[in-house]
């Protein structure tokens, strides 16, 4: 077993050996996860036993991945273009096919039955996996797609897909021919991560400049009236304000309070109806890049890794620090005050 650190979290073995791009747990049991990394691989691990099950590879590094709803197969895509689907009962992958640029976002709609994919192509990708011609359609879009997430956990019907030049575009699965809503940014700054509320009500965004967002989905003015921004994610060092990226969001799949994560090391608990911090946890060796709650909400995976903040002059300086996955048991620090279910 790999350490046990404090706070009751366990950095998991056999580790990806570059930067964690994206960690996922499986919708339906809570111990199953997996991780992509620029290493070329997505690894699968049984956290209870804290086992590596298996590892799959591309052929470049793997930008993100995500489960079926059943959890029996996973799914991946990165800078090779490919789509892949891992069965990983029988430890085989099948190729679905490709995108023109780079695979940057996986989310699996359980409510089409679909796997969607986002590019640097500037297109959504549907894909049904049990065809023999697996991608069913292409969705032309605006910009480049950076990040992308599904109301509801997954269930919803709403697809929120964040774009290059701080845009968003706002779709109803069940119809993609036009958006149903297309904003732009409150941030000022490039959007670094998105989540959607598990109770479909709205999602929110991080930016490089080291902000959150809490944004609705109702387009009328007493919804509207309800979205902010903060600062967050930032310290002040000999005088010197330091900001970081905010690199990943995760909603809380009970409590529908959501946790941040930022390249200064740090991971977030906050309520985003109280506007308050519930809890900051120890800072960590190096800049968190990915962060996903599993689905009884009792663990907290946390990437951890150099994401190329600083260059090549910070990867030198970080050198000494190898990426790691913990992951953390969560408590009562994620419950809203006054929490009555």
Known sequence: MADKGKDS?????????????????SPNNPDHLIVSSWDTTVRFYDVAANEQKCKFDHRAPVLDC??????????????????????LETETFRHLGQHASSVSRTSFSKHANTLITGSWDRTLGFWDPRAAQPQQASHTLPERVYNMDIAGGGSGTTLVVALASRLFNIYDVRRMDVPMQERESSLKFLTRALACMVDGQGYATGSVEGRIAVEYFDPSNEAQEKKYAFKCHRQTVNGEDLVWPVNALAFHPVYNTFASAGSDGTVSIW??????????????????????FNCDGARLAVGVSYNWDEGGEGARAHAE?????????????????????
């Open 9 to 25: 979290q366990t950095a998991l073995s056999s580790p990806p050996f570059d930067s964690v791009s994206s960690v996922k747990f």
């Open 66 to 87: 995500c489960f079926s709803p059943d959890g029996r197969h996973a799914f991946s895509g990165g800078l090779d273009t490919s789509v892949r689907e891992f069965d």
């Open 271 to 292: 309520d985003h109806k109280s506007k308050k911090r519930l809890r900051q946890y120890a800072r960590y060796a190096d800049a968190v890049p990915a962060l996903a």
């Open 321 to 341: 620090t190898r990426p790691a996955v913990w992951v953390r048991d969560v408590g009562e620090e994620v419950k809203p005050k006054g929490w009555s279910g």
